[in-house]
């Protein structure tokens, strides 16, 4: 370990240090700030008896289901209208006024359609996934920079050649940042397409438990979802590094 | 007037980007097939504009561009274009990007990997044929992008200061490969360059470009094969204090 993630490291055993001696020494209602030693409890009885697993189950299918139907059908989207202007042209101003529309504000209308549990919520989460790959496809796509657009017509390369040899992984990495913002997003939507819909997963159980006043479980709910949200998080790093990989040769760090 | 053993004919050619006052103008130009003609001119005068237009890559606005007595409307695989930046693809290894031209259009084969180690040999860069483009230095770049345009024995080459980022003595090596190969493929050449020497040393013909028209072109009647102890004499130094004059006549008066 290197002396800032030790640093780091340390910092947060303060905070909860902090934390916990506050909770005991000003007495506050854990309705309002529970202990973490008491999040904790809850939290290794979550996962130990297993009430937390279906849910996370739950959340991570639709966290991800959503993900990929939105990043698939943001890239393929980003690749036809950055291959057809006229496309582009087109369409534009509704993506655009598709990605204004707070998504979560469809969430009612998703329900009336998909009903409540998870097509609504992947739909939510596919949506809001959608636009940065979309958008990063677009940018990346069209960032090739001009002289090898002419290294590529010299060479006789056929528009599909240039897409697929050329443009792609010419904007591979812009694309791949798209990805990483598209992921984060995906868990939000998820977890929050389940507050106005779901009926089981981890958004679902935060509502439940408010509806219980138990701010100690609310909590725990808390660090699983961050928990699974850096996984999500640093998978999609290494896929990242794993695609990029001849990419990263030669570059610093 | 075309004539049919001219690699290239240019006719009163002019082109204009988009805010229409012409980079090149009226130039009028011919190689015939084989030759070495190389430009020099200050930067910003149209060079690179001329070649692309040469190559095909831009349409002139006016006047005709003519290869081997046809129209170029597209850019043909019989020429190659070495560009002034090396535009390498970063992803792939440099034996990879010397074997683009052959993989755009067939399945590799063993020969055709040989044939890219061999150049790659030529041009000294042999021990970094399994490396990234971002792992070798600038001009080791540019030397992969010129074994690139070898790559499928064009018969004409525009090339495009491809020596600018090389040191002396590597560039007076690669200007003897240069005119060793398309003497054995009787390649034409057209090159752009701005260094004065390099230029006379290559060309069976020089030409100054300002202000995007040729205002002035000679004949190097220097001896062939040339070496490189031609650069030391008088008839060397003759030729380049007249291409010198050509580019500044002001400046070269006073000094
Ligand atoms: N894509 C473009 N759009 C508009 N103007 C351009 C474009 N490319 C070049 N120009 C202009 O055309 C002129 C000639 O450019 P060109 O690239 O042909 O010069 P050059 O002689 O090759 O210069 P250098 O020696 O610096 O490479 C310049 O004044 C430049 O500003
Ligand atoms: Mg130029």
């Known amino acids: 370990m290197t ?70 059908i943001g890239f393929v989207a980003g690749v036809l209208l950055g291959e057809i202007d006229f496309l582009r042209r087109l369409l534009w101003p ?4 598709s990605q204004v529309v707070p998504k979560l504000a469809l969430g009612p209308i998703f329900i009336v359609w998909f009903g409540f549990g998870m097509t609504s919520t992947i739909v939510i989460t596919a949506l809001i996934c959608f636009f940065p790959l979309l958008e990063n496809t677009l940018t990346g796509l069209q960032s090739v920079p001009p002289e090898k657009r002419d290294l590529f017509r010299m060479l006789g390369a056929s528009r599909r050649q240039t897409l697929l040899r050329l443009k792609i992984p010419s904007g591979l990495p812009v694309i791949m940042a798209g990805v990483r913002v598209a992921i984060v997003l995906a868990l939000v939507g998820a977890v929050v397409g389940e507050f106005i819909g779901g009926d089981a997963g981890l958004g679902a159980s935060i509502i439940a438990a408010q509806g219980m006043m138990d701010s100690t479980l ?7 979802i961050t928990a699974l949200g850096m996984l999500f998080y640093q998978l999609t790093i290494l896929f990242e590094r794993w695609l990029l990989s001849s990419w990263m040769k030669g570059q610093e760090t | 007037m075309p004539n049919s053993c001219n690699f290239l004919d240019i006719h009163s050619a002019s082109f204009a980007y988009g805010d229409g006052t012409d980079v090149v103008s009226s130039v009028d130009w011919s190689i015939p097939a084989g030759a070495v003609h190389c430009l020099v001119g200050r930067s910003g005068c149209g060079k690179t504009t001329l070649l692309k237009m040469a190559a095909g890559l831009l349409q002139p606005t006016a006047g005709s ?69 971002r792992q070798l230095s600038g001009g080791q770049q540019s030397r992969v992008a010129l074994a690139r345009a070898l790559m499928t024995e064009p018969a004409g080459l525009l090339m495009d200061e491809p020596f600018a980022a090389l040191d002396a003595i590597t560039r007076e090596e690669l200007q003897d490969d240069l005119l060793q190969l398309a ?29 995007g028209r040729i205002v002035f072109s000679a004949d190097v009647d220097l001896p062939r094969p040339r070496n490189q102890t031609q650069r030391y004499s008088t008839a060397f130094n003759a030729a380049c204090l007249d291409l010198r004059h050509a580019m500044s006549p002001q400046s070269s008066a006073v000094a």
């Open chain 1, 218 to 224: 609310m909590f725990a709910l808390f660090v699983v």
């Open chain 2, 65 to 133: 561009v003519q290869m081997l007595g046809k129209d170029v409307p597209a850019p043909s695989r019989n020429v190659g274009f070495v560009f002034q930046s090396p535009s390498l693809l970063e992803w792939q290894t440099v034996l990879d990007n010397v074997l683009l031209p052959i993989s755009l259009h067939q399945t590799v084969t063993e020969a055709d990997r040989i044939v890219a180690e061999e150049l790659l040999e030529l041009v000294g860069i042999k021990e970094h044929t399994c490396r990234y483009p």
């Open chain 2, 183 to 211: 003497a054995i493929r009787n390649t034409t050449v057209l090159f752009v360059t701005h260094d004065i020497g390099e230029a006379v040393y290559l060309a069976d013909r020089v030409a100054v470009m300002d202000a």
């Open chain 1, 3 to 72: 002396r800032t993630s030790m640093l780091s490291l340390a910092l947060f055993v303060s905070i909860l240090g902090l934390w916990e001696a506050f909770v005991r020494l000003t007495g506050v209602s854990p309705l309002v700030i529970p202990a973490p030693s008491a999040v904790l409890i809850v939290l290794w009885d979550g996962l130990t008896v297993g009430f937390l697993w279906p849910h996370i189950w739950v959340t991570a299918v639709e966290a991800l289901l959503g993900f990929g139907l939105g990043c698939a």
């Open chain 1, 94 to 97: 509704y993506v655009l006024a």
